[in-house]
């Protein structure tokens, strides 16, 4: 292919839509630059099992340059997105500029803290895979920091772990955290009563799973307290300082680990006018993906809003459907190369589902759900088929085994950045911030 003489387009964003939207374009008669702030591509949906020690980060993570060997039509770039010229259709970053024939947005979404600087400051998010190791290195600390407590008292804030927000990442963390406390930590710290740990689970509607069936929302919501989770639904966290959880209702709760999963809001970049976003910071776009009043901007993922006859609120914010929405905004791509006609989007929902713990899940299909060994099994199952590299998928699948007939895992490692670590983060933060 003869990439001098080819359409340029830049993908901002190597999630789910992006990196899906690049690997169908390779070898296409386009010159593809993606654009993102890591070199790698992130497996979302498992970031909980990082962060809870049970899977390597590596396992999660899939270098870009590493996906796209050797395919000479698709450039990979590291940056942050600065501003974004609709008329003249550039994009900026520190360093550069690019020029566009067609720009694709599929920058994902972040943490909605609702305009609460404090619980911004001070809580722990789940975004990204470093940000799950941090998560992991600090759960891992408070464990060997409440060894030097001599009262319960005292060692509350360190055993206390509140999560805000009762969605499938919520649930899920909670029951990776309860399994490790009733089966994997006593074994390692056989001087703390682990019946002190606690782990809240606070969400501000009336359920767990709010967005599945009534029977998932109810077995989500029994196998977690079957655990030991304690649960707070009808609730809000009104601040949080570090140290101390505040309520709305004014109850406290001592804790050092706050994790945030309580809503998201989309990744807008700068240069995109106001008029073409609407509600969650997502910017509007038709069926045929096509930005608000912004030529040659197609917008997919997450950041993306499209109203439809069923989808009226625009669609979930789920992999499938910016996996979905990238093969069509292809096809579409493709067809333009042979002057044929375009094909609307689309999207009928394939199910949802959620795993609390060893052989418990909820799984809500069209027309019919299911819960237990079976759907624990099937999340099992396609979260395999999901992931990239074979080295990866039996890497997986490994540590799931030995997990399952072990009770245990051998990843509880406290890994903190040196001097000279420190200094190429700085580095890594002025490249992409």
């Known amino acids: 292919m003869n990439t001098t003489s080819a359409r340029k387009i830049v993908i901002i964003g190597a999630g789910f839509a992006g990196l899906k939207l690049a690997r169908k374009l390779v070898n296409a008669n386009y010159d593809v630059t993606i654009i993102d702030t890591h070199n790698f591509h992130q497996f979302q949906p498992l970031f909980y099992q990082v962060a809870s020690a049970r899977l390597e980060p590596s396992a999660i993570s899939f270098p870009l340059r590493k996906i796209f060997q050797n395919k000479r039509n698709i450039n990979i770039r590291i940056g942050k997105i600065r501003n974004i010229d609709t008329q003249q259709q550039k994009v900026y970053t520190d360093d550069s500029e690019y020029a566009y024939d067609y720009l694709v947005i599929a920058t994902g979404c972040t943490n909605n803290y609702f305009g609460n600087k404090n619980i911004e400051a001070n809580a722990f998010p789940m975004k990204s895979t470093p940000q799950a190791i941090a998560l992991r290195n600090k759960i891992l600390l408070n464990f060997e920091s409440s060894l030097a407590e001599k009262t319960s008292e005292t060692k509350a804030p360190f055993l206390n772990i509140v999560i805000v927000g009762g969605g499938p990442t919520g649930v899920e963390l909670a029951g990776a955290l309860a399994e490790m406390k009733n089966k994997i930590l006593p074994k390692d710290y056989p001087l703390i009563d682990f019946s002190q740990l606690k782990v809240y689970l606070i969400e501000g509607s009336g359920s767990t799973l709010s967005a599945m069936s009534e029977q998932s929302q109810k077995y ?201 670590q420190a200094q190429l983060g700085q580095e890594y933060e002025e490249l992409t911030t």
């Open 220 to 420: 989500s919501r029994m196998y977690l307290e079957q655990m030991g989770v304690t649960i707070w639904t009808g609730i809000h966290v009104n601040d949080y300082d570090g140290k101390v959880v505040t309520l709305e209702d004014g109850r406290t709760l001592p804790s050092k680990t706050l994790i945030w999963a309580a809503g998201v809001t989309g990744n807008v970049p700068n240069g995109i006018p106001k008029e073409s976003v609407t509600r969650g910071n997502r910017i509007i776009v038709n069926e045929f993906h096509e930005a608000k009043d912004l030529p040659n901007v197609f917008v997919i993922g997450d950041v993306s809003y499209m109203e439809t006859k069923e989808w009226q609120k625009g669609h979930p914010q789920l992999a499938n459907v910016a996996n979905a929405q990238a093969e069509n905004l292809v096809h579409n791509l493709k067809n333009a190369l042979k002057g044929a006609p375009r094909k609307a989007f689309t999207y009928k929902n394939p199910g949802t589902m959620a795993t609390i713990g060893k052989r418990k899940a909820v799984v809500d299909l069209p027309k019919f759900h299911f819960h237990g060994r079976f759907a624990w099994f099937v999340w099992m199952s396609l979260h395999l088929m999901l992931i990239l590299g074979v080295r990866n998928k039996f890497l997986i699948f490994v540590n799931w085994m030995f997990n399952y007939f072990t009770n245990d895992s051998t990843l509880r490692v406290i890994l903190l950045p040196s001097k000279k």
